[in-house]
């Protein structure tokens, strides 16, 4: 993707723009319904209770967050709509607010209250540099909102951002979209690339590439309805997962075990061993974060058998054809229904194998400690 695109000299950050206003709470407006310019359906699908192994494991508050969606046999069918707003601020992970800053509400995705009002001191003070110094809105035409909470996420990317691209590009080519993206480092960079390459996207004529500073819009296009992260998952979203995946040929390893051994906290206790067995019992060890995109495709394309951490390598189950026997080896205290999703509008075999934490916090979360995996649970696990 180019290098980031960032907003006249002199334009604040969040963290400048928090000193100079008294924090104030932003107006929570919808989305107008005269904005829709393209309206879809999202087919209904039935959905199964995960099969669960510890289930005692989990924590009752973390349980009860989780069932209320495991328990729901028939997700019914909803609209999705692509809206065109004028005269809007895009800031920090998504959040858009009108002209006189207002925010509207169906851009808020799991931000913190703290996070929202940094947003709109900095939107606030940016309204008033921008009129002091007559600068204009970004005008080439319309730009499409793929940035969310969760930008540095493989998975969010690849199931929430990604896919309002491809409908965009597929269904809106006469607007000759370009599509905002957040500026990540590294290997998740080169990854967002190469999704939106495979998706026919020219990324040095229509992609811009921002942090979280406010940037100004005259003609902002916004998907809205697609997924809500925990709660819902269109199947819209695996047509481009599927555009991604369409002329990559599957690898020839039939059996994954997908490894964080690199990522440093949620690993399995004596994973060396754990490796071992499941290279004995013809697994290929894979780390997808260390693989370009072309090549994790190809793996999980190709894998009947497919065994790993709940993490954001795991997403690449959307790419395993349906009936694909997947077991997410998951910390006891974990709140996630995502993995469950995909599994679910894919059509696989989901085992989810609760395990008990082990060692200090080593991530951000407080499940990202170690994990036990018992000796029964291995074996299963493996068993022919």
Same mark, same amino acid.
């Given at each position: 993707?180019?290098?980031?695109?960032?907003?006249?000299?002199?334009?604040?950050?969040?963290?400048?723009?928090?000193?100079?206003?008294?924090?104030?709470?932003?107006?929570?407006?919808?989305?107008?319904?005269?904005?829709?310019?393209?309206?879809?359906?999202?087919?209904?699908?039935?959905?199964?209770?995960?099969?669960?192994?510890?289930?005692?494991?989990?924590?009752?508050?973390?349980?009860?967050?989780?069932?209320?969606? *495991?328990?729901?046999?028939?997700?019914?069918?909803?609209?999705?709509?692509?809206?065109?707003?004028?005269?809007? *601020?895009?800031?920090?992970?998504?959040? &858009?607010?009108?002209?006189?800053?207002?925010?509207?509400? @169906?851009?808020?995705?799991?931000?913190?209250?703290?996070?929202?009002?940094?947003?709109?001191?900095? &939107?606030?003070?940016?309204?008033?540099?921008?009129?002091?110094?007559?600068?204009?809105?970004?005008?080439?035409?319309?730009?499409?909102?793929?940035?969310?909470?969760?930008?540095?996420?493989?998975?969010?990317?690849? #199931?929430?951002?990604?896919?309002?691209?491809?409908?965009?590009?597929?269904?809106?080519?006469?607007?000759?979209?370009?599509?905002?993206?957040?500026?990540?480092?590294?290997?998740?960079?080169?990854?967002?690339?190469?999704?939106?390459?495979?998706?026919?996207?020219?990324?040095? /004529?229509?992609?811009?590439?921002?942090?979280?500073?406010?940037?100004?819009?005259?003609?902002?296009?916004?998907?809205?309805?697609?997924?809500?992260?925990?709660?819902?998952?269109?199947?819209?979203?695996?047509?481009?997962?599927?555009?991604?995946?369409?002329?990559?040929?599957?690898?020839?390893?039939?059996?994954?075990?997908?490894?964080?051994?690199?990522?440093?906290? /949620?690993?399995?206790?004596?994973?060396?061993?754990?490796?071992?067995?499941?290279?004995?019992?013809?697994?290929?060890? &894979?780390?997808?974060?260390?693989?370009?995109?072309? @090549?994790?495709?190809?793996?999980?394309?190709?894998?009947?058998?497919?065994?790993?951490? #709940?993490?954001?390598?795991?997403?690449?189950?959307?790419?395993?054809?349906?009936?694909?026997?997947?077991?997410?080896?998951?910390?006891?205290? #974990?709140?996630?229904?995502?993995?469950?999703?995909?599994?679910?509008?894919?059509?696989?075999?989901?085992?989810?194998?609760?395990?008990?934490?082990?060692?200090?916090?080593?991530?951000?979360?407080?499940?990202?400690?170690?994990?036990?995996?018992?000796?029964?649970?291995?074996?299963?696990?493996?068993?022919?």
């Amino acid at each position: 993707m180019p290098a980031s695109r960032r907003g006249p000299p002199g334009e604040g950050t969040a963290q400048d723009a928090s000193w100079n206003f008294i924090r104030m709470r932003p107006t929570v407006i919808s989305l107008p319904d005269d904005a829709v310019i393209l309206a879809l359906t999202s087919p209904g699908f039935d959905a199964g209770y995960p099969r669960l192994v510890n289930k005692p494991l989990i924590p009752p508050p973390i349980l009860q967050s989780m069932e209320w969606a *495991w328990n729901t046999a028939r997700f019914p069918e909803r609209p999705v709509r692509v809206l065109r707003l004028s005269d809007v *601020w895009v800031a920090m992970e998504g959040l &858009v607010f009108d002209r006189d800053g207002n925010l509207y509400r @169906e851009t808020i995705t799991q931000h913190s209250e703290a996070e929202v009002d940094l947003a709109h001191e900095a &939107v606030l003070a940016s309204i008033e540099r921008w009129a002091d110094l007559g600068w204009d809105a970004d005008r080439e035409g319309p730009v499409l909102l793929c940035k969310k909470r969760g930008v540095g996420n493989y998975g969010h990317w690849m #199931m929430e951002m990604l896919p309002k691209a491809h409908i965009v590009h597929s269904r809106l080519p006469e607007l000759d979209a370009r599509f905002l993206v957040a500026d990540v480092p590294g290997r998740l960079r080169e990854t967002m690339a190469h999704s939106l390459a495979m998706l026919g996207i020219d990324l040095a /004529r229509r992609t811009i590439v921002v942090d979280d500073a406010p940037r100004r819009f005259a003609d902002l296009l916004v998907v809205d309805g697609l997924s809500e992260h925990g709660g819902f998952m269109s199947p819209l979203v695996l047509d481009g997962v599927d555009r991604v995946a369409r002329d990559v040929v599957p690898a020839g390893a039939e059996r994954l075990f997908v490894t964080r051994q690199a990522t440093g906290f /949620r690993r399995v206790v004596d994973e060396d061993d754990l490796t071992a067995h499941a290279e004995a019992h013809g697994y290929t060890l &894979v780390d997808p974060g260390a693989l370009p995109l072309p @090549e994790q495709v190809a793996l999980f394309k190709g894998a009947t058998r497919i065994v790993g951490v #709940m993490g954001a390598a795991m997403t690449n189950i959307a790419f395993a054809p349906p009936g694909a026997c997947v077991v997410n080896l998951t910390p006891a205290g #974990m709140p996630d229904t995502f993995f469950w999703f995909i599994a679910t509008l894919r059509g696989l075999d989901y085992t989810e194998i609760r395990c008990a934490p082990s060692g200090p916090v080593r991530g951000t979360m407080p499940w990202d400690t170690d994990l036990i995996l018992s000796p029964d649970d291995r074996d299963s696990i493996f068993a022919d």
